[in-house]
C-alpha cells in the first residue's frame, strides 16, 4: 500500500532509510555535531530533543537528512523507485514509516560502535577532567536503538536490515553483524550496488552478507530529491594516498556545476538558506591534479552565490599544502563569500602528524607539490592564510600512529605551541585503526586510547586551547540557530565550556609548565 493511496490504511513504505538522530539532526544549523561523541555517563538525556532536533512530516518523512541518506534515496528513485514506496524516516518515528509492507530498512551509520576519533578524544579529555566514563556514545546509544526499534522487530520476518555509512568498518572488524541482526553489510560508496541490492530485497530475495561499493563516477552520482541540510557535495575522493583514510578516498571527482545547482535548489526549496560546499579539498575543484583552477574554483563560487534564496554559503575542508599554493585564491574565495574578522567561517584541515618523518611514511601525498620536510611550515603558513582570509580553522593532528617515536611527539607539541596564537582549535585525535592500518591494533576503548604520557599531555595542552576558544566563539558557534534557542544553546556552551576550562586546569597541574601553552 502506498503513501498516496486514498483513504486506505497506511502500511509502511516499501523501504526505509533512517539514521540515529546523531546523524540526522539538523542541530539548529550550528556547530553542535560533537555532541552525539559524549558518553550517556554525562550526555543529560532531557537535552535529546534541545540539542538533536530533527524534521520530519507525513509519515515520519524527513523534510531534511543527512546527505549520504539523500543520495542512496535519490540512486534508488532514479533506478525506478517510486517516491510513495521510499523514504528518509526520522528515527524517532519509525513506527509510523515501518509497517506490514515494509521490505528493507536501510540504517546509515557513522560511530555504531563508540569508537571513532571524536568518542576517544571526548573519553581522553573527560577523563582529565576527572570524570572516568564507562557507557556508550550518544551516537553509539542511538544507533543500537534503531537496530532493536519495536516496529523493526514486530516486521522482522517480512523485512531486510543493509546498513552502510562511513562506520561499517567497526562492525565488520568486529565480527558482530549477526549478533545485531544485520543482513547486508554495505562498504564504501552505495549509490552504484544500492538499487540493485534493494531491488532484492523488495522482492524477498536472499541477500549477500557483505558488499564493497566502487567508487562511483562523477557523472553518475545522483542529484538529491530530500534536502541535505544545507550540504551539498562539489568534489569526491582525495587522491593523497593517506594510509589511515577510506580506500574510495583515493579517486577525485569533481561534481558538474550544473549538478551542484539542482542540489543547492533542492535545499533552499526545502528552506535551506546556507549552503555548506562538501569536499576533501574545495580548492581543487574542477582541477585535474594538486594544483588549483583558480577560475573553476572562482566561477563556482561566484555563481553559488548567485542563486536565489541562498543567504549564505561556506567550504568545510581545505589542505594546507593546496592552501599554501595560492593565497591569493584563498583571499579572493573570502571576499566573495563575505568572510571577515567580524564575520568569520570554520573550515578543518588535517594535520595529521607535525613531524617531516611520520607524514612521509603514513601520508606522502599531503605536502604535496612541497616536500615533507617543510610540512610543519606549510601548516602554519596554511592557517595564517586561512585567517588572514576570514576563517576560523578546526585542525587535527593524529597521536600514536604506527611507528610514532618519541620525536615525532615532540614535533606534535612544538606544533601546537607555534599555532595557539592563530585562530584555529587543534584537536588531537587517538589513531583509530582504520583505511589500510585497519588491523594495527584492537577496537576496544582501552586498545584506542593513548598510552605514551607525553600524547596525553599534548592531548590535555591542545584541547585547553581549543575550549577556552570555544567559550570565547560561543556565540558564533550557534549563530544560525534561531533566537530563543540560540540563546539556550549559546548558555550551555558557554557554561560547558568554563566547567570544562576549570577541570582541565586542575588535570593539567600535573603537567610542568614549560609545556603549557601561553
Same mark, same amino acid.
Given at each position: 500500500?502506498?503513501?498516496?493511496?486514498?483513504?486506505a490504511?497506511?502500511?509502511?513504505?516499501?523501504?526505509?532509510?533512517?539514521?540515529?538522530?546523531?546523524?540526522?539532526?539538523?542541530?539548529?544549523?550550528?556547530q553542535?555535531?560533537?555532541?552525539?561523541?559524549?558518553p550517556?555517563?554525562?550526555?543529560?538525556?532531557?537535552?535529546?530533543?534541545?540539542?538533536?532536533?530533527?524534521?520530519?512530516?507525513?509519515?515520519?518523512?524527513?523534510?531534511?537528512?543527512?546527505?549520504?541518506?539523500?543520495?542512496?534515496?535519490?540512486?534508488?528513485?532514479?533506478?525506478?523507485f517510486?517516491?510513495?514506496?521510499?523514504a528518509?524516516?526520522?528515527?524517532?518515528?519509525?513506527e509510523?514509516?515501518v509497517?506490514?509492507?515494509?521490505?528493507?530498512?536501510?540504517i546509515g551509520?557513522?560511530d555504531?560502535?563508540?569508537?571513532?576519533?571524536?568518542?576517544a578524544?571526548?573519553?581522553?579529555?573527560?577523563?582529565?577532567?576527572?570524570?572516568?566514563?564507562?557507557l556508550?556514545?550518544?551516537?553509539?546509544?542511538a544507533?543500537?536503538?534503531?537496530?532493536?526499534?519495536?516496529?523493526?522487530?514486530?516486521?522482522?520476518?517480512?523485512?531486510?536490515?543493509?546498513v552502510?555509512?562511513?562506520?561499517?568498518?567497526e562492525i565488520?572488524?568486529?565480527?558482530?553483524?549477526?549478533?545485531?541482526?544485520?543482513?547486508?553489510?554495505?562498504?564504501?560508496?552505495?549509490?552504484?550496488?544500492?538499487?540493485?541490492?534493494?531491488?532484492?530485497?523488495?522482492?524477498g530475495?536472499?541477500?549477500?552478507?557483505?558488499?564493497?561499493?566502487?567508487?562511483?563516477?562523477?557523472d553518475?552520482?545522483?542529484?538529491?530529491?530530500?534536502?541535505s541540510?544545507?550540504?551539498?557535495?562539489?568534489?569526491?575522493?582525495c587522491g593523497r594516498?593517506?594510509?589511515?583514510?577510506?580506500?574510495?578516498?583515493?579517486?577525485?571527482?569533481?561534481?558538474?556545476l550544473?549538478?551542484?545547482?539542482?542540489?543547492?535548489?533542492?535545499n533552499?526549496l526545502?528552506?535551506?538558506?546556507?549552503?555548506?560546499l562538501?569536499?576533501?579539498?574545495?580548492?581543487?575543484?574542477?582541477?585535474?591534479?594538486?594544483?588549483?583552477?583558480?577560475?573553476?574554483v572562482?566561477?563556482?563560487?561566484?555563481?553559488?552565490?548567485?542563486?536565489?534564496?541562498?543567504?549564505?554559503?561556506?567550504?568545510d575542508?581545505a589542505t594546507?599544502?593546496t592552501?599554501?599554493?595560492?593565497?591569493k585564491?584563498?583571499?579572493?574565495?573570502g571576499?566573495?563569500?563575505?568572510?571577515?574578522e567580524?564575520?568569520p567561517?570554520?573550515?578543518?584541515?588535517g594535520?595529521e602528524?607535525?613531524?617531516?618523518?611520520?607524514i612521509?611514511?603514513?601520508?606522502p601525498?599531503k605536502?604535496?607539490?612541497?616536500d615533507?620536510?617543510?610540512?610543519p611550515?606549510?601548516?602554519?603558513?596554511?592557517?595564517?592564510?586561512?585567517?588572514?582570509a576570514?576563517w576560523?580553522?578546526?585542525a587535527?593532528?593524529?597521536?600514536?600512529?604506527p611507528?610514532?617515536?618519541?620525536?615525532? &611527539?615532540?614535533?606534535? #607539541?612544538?606544533?601546537v605551541?607555534? /599555532? @595557539?596564537?592563530y585562530? *584555529?582549535?587543534?584537536? %588531537?585525535l =587517538?589513531?583509530?585503526?582504520s583505511?589500510?592500518?585497519?588491523?594495527?591494533?584492537g577496537?576496544?576503548?582501552?586498545?584506542?586510547?593513548?598510552?605514551?604520557?607525553?600524547?596525553?599531555?599534548?592531548?590535555?595542552i591542545? &584541547?585547553?586551547?581549543? #575550549?577556552?576558544?570555544?567559550r570565547r /566563539? @560561543?556565540?558564533?558557534? *550557534?549563530?544560525?540557530? %534561531?533566537? =530563543?534557542i540560540?540563546q539556550?544553546?549559546?548558555a550551555?556552551?558557554?557554561?560547558?565550556a568554563?566547567?570544562?576550562?576549570?577541570?582541565?586546569?586542575?588535570?593539567?597541574?600535573?603537567?610542568p609548565s614549560?609545556l603549557?601553552v601561553?
Amino acid at each position: 500500500m502506498s503513501a498516496g493511496g486514498g483513504t486506505a490504511v497506511f502500511k509502511g513504505f516499501k523501504v526505509v532509510l533512517t539514521g540515529d538522530e546523531g546523524l540526522v539532526s539538523t542541530y539548529h544549523g550550528t556547530q553542535l555535531g560533537f555532541a552525539s561523541a559524549l558518553p550517556m555517563d554525562v550526555f543529560p538525556r532531557f537535552l535529546e530533543y534541545l540539542v538533536f532536533p530533527t524534521k520530519s512530516g507525513r509519515y515520519g518523512r524527513m523534510l531534511t537528512s543527512q546527505y549520504g541518506l539523500c543520495k542512496i534515496e535519490a540512486s534508488l528513485l532514479e533506478s525506478g523507485f517510486s517516491r510513495d514506496d521510499v523514504a528518509i524516516v526520522d528515527p524517532r518515528r519509525l513506527e509510523e514509516g515501518v509497517g506490514s509492507e515494509t521490505r528493507v530498512v536501510g540504517i546509515g551509520i557513522l560511530d555504531p560502535l563508540g569508537i571513532n576519533y571524536g568518542t576517544a578524544l571526548l573519553r581522553v579529555v573527560l577523563k582529565l577532567m576527572g570524570i572516568n566514563t564507562k557507557l556508550q556514545s550518544y551516537m553509539s546509544w542511538a544507533t543500537m536503538r534503531i537496530l532493536e526499534n519495536p516496529a523493526i522487530r514486530r516486521y522482522r520476518r517480512n523485512l531486510k536490515v543493509v546498513v552502510g555509512g562511513q562506520g561499517v568498518w567497526e562492525i565488520v572488524d568486529s565480527g558482530l553483524q549477526r549478533r545485531l541482526g544485520i543482513d547486508t553489510l554495505v562498504e564504501g560508496e552505495g549509490e552504484l550496488v544500492a538499487p540493485e541490492l534493494f531491488r532484492k530485497a523488495v522482492q524477498g530475495e536472499e541477500l549477500p552478507p557483505y558488499i564493497r561499493g566502487k567508487p562511483v563516477p562523477a557523472d553518475k552520482i545522483p542529484v538529491i530529491r530530500t534536502p541535505s541540510r544545507g550540504i551539498v557535495e562539489i568534489t569526491r575522493g582525495c587522491g593523497r594516498g593517506c594510509l589511515f583514510c577510506n580506500p574510495t578516498l583515493l579517486m577525485f571527482r569533481s561534481i558538474p556545476l550544473e549538478k551542484i545547482a539542482r542540489e543547492i535548489l533542492v535545499n533552499t526549496l526545502g528552506g535551506e538558506r546556507h549552503i555548506t560546499l562538501h569536499s576533501e579539498d574545495f580548492l581543487r575543484y574542477g582541477s585535474r591534479g594538486l594544483i588549483p583552477d583558480e577560475e573553476k574554483v572562482v566561477n563556482l563560487l561566484a555563481k553559488v552565490i548567485k542563486i536565489p534564496e541562498v543567504e549564505g554559503v561556506s567550504a568545510d575542508f581545505a589542505t594546507p599544502s593546496t592552501v599554501a599554493v595560492n593565497p591569493k585564491l584563498v583571499k579572493a574565495c573570502g571576499d566573495l563569500l563575505g568572510f571577515s574578522e567580524r564575520n568569520p567561517s570554520i573550515i578543518e584541515v588535517g594535520i595529521e602528524s607535525a613531524s617531516p618523518r611520520m607524514i612521509r611514511r603514513i601520508a606522502p601525498g599531503k605536502p604535496k607539490p612541497f616536500d615533507a620536510e617543510a610540512w610543519p611550515d606549510i601548516v602554519e603558513e596554511a592557517i595564517s592564510i586561512l585567517n588572514e582570509a576570514g576563517w576560523w580553522v578546526c585542525a587535527t593532528i593524529i597521536v600514536e600512529l604506527p611507528g610514532e617515536t618519541e620525536g615525532d &611527539v615532540e614535533a606534535n #607539541i612544538r606544533m601546537v605551541e607555534r /599555532l @595557539s596564537r592563530y585562530d *584555529v582549535f587543534i584537536f %588531537p585525535l =587517538p589513531f583509530i585503526p582504520s583505511g589500510s592500518l585497519r588491523k594495527a591494533k584492537g577496537l576496544r576503548t582501552e586498545d584506542i586510547l593513548p598510552k605514551n604520557p607525553r600524547n596525553v599531555e599534548l592531548i590535555a595542552i591542545a &584541547v585547553y586551547d581549543a #575550549i577556552d576558544k570555544i567559550r570565547r /566563539l @560561543s556565540g558564533k558557534l *550557534v549563530a544560525r540557530a %534561531p533566537p =530563543p534557542i540560540k540563546q539556550v544553546l549559546n548558555a550551555i556552551l558557554f557554561f560547558a565550556a568554563s566547567v570544562g576550562l576549570r577541570k582541565l586546569q586542575r588535570g593539567l597541574s600535573e603537567i610542568p609548565s614549560y609545556l603549557l601553552v601561553n
